[in-house]
């Protein structure tokens, strides 16, 4: 059984409800299960449900899950994450990723990474990684390398920048391809970003009325229309080269 990758997902799905007759079909192409589904163990009648309230939506082909939202951060193999650390060890570090467990870190886990050569990371610091090991009541486990490259892939230490929380729905939907807020502000100011699926943001740029300007817009965006962020980005950013003329001013 797989989904039909070409109806929209707008239906909310209740724990335990079937999927819409309409998003199955009888092919037997390979199908990866994220947060809040799961394959029923029924040999009769095998079903795709959901273990919670949500929508269900796709991040990669063959690739769903249910977004929901919940407050607290349940780790899931392969998601991005944004990190801080808490404590170090011999082997590594612990840190934290705003789930019901710390996490876990080795410090060999980075691109090049040897015991005599390897990234020093200190009580505080940020990291950009990826969840590699998540089981119930266990401490998940990160590393800071992308799995299909070996290289780092842009996971590591976050230096300096601006980091924030918003919902896990809004983190979800930005890692989405071609978010519509990003590619708005892309257009007309310089920034990097990281989105990490447990509700953190990180942002950097310039200035930091520039940061600010992507705060805001990406927060104000969360329950705005598509047709409607461009409008809003625009008056984001005008008012923040209303603020610099003013600062000139005086």
Known sequence: MVLNTTQPYA???LPGESLPEDLTTAASTPLRLGPGLFLSHDPSNPAILPQKAGRLQNLAPNSYYINSSQKRYVPAVGESVIAQVTGKHVEGYKLDVGS????????????????????MLNIGSLVYARVTLANKDMEPELECIDPTTGKSGGFGELVSGYIFSV???LCR???LPNPPVLLALAGQVAFEIAVGVNGRIWVKS???GTTIAVVEAVRRSEFLRESEVGRMV????AGRASTR?????S
């Open 11 to 13: 239906s909310l799905l």
């Open 100 to 119: 019901a467990h710390p996490a876990q870190l080795d410090a060999l886990a980075f691109e090049g990474a040897t015991k005599k050569n390897r990234p």
């Open 167 to 169: 919902s896990l729905p």
């Open 173 to 175: 939907r930005l890692l």
């Open 206 to 208: 310039g200035d930091a």
């Open 234 to 237: 625009k008056e984001v950013l």
């Open 245 to 249: 003329i003013g600062e000139a001013v």
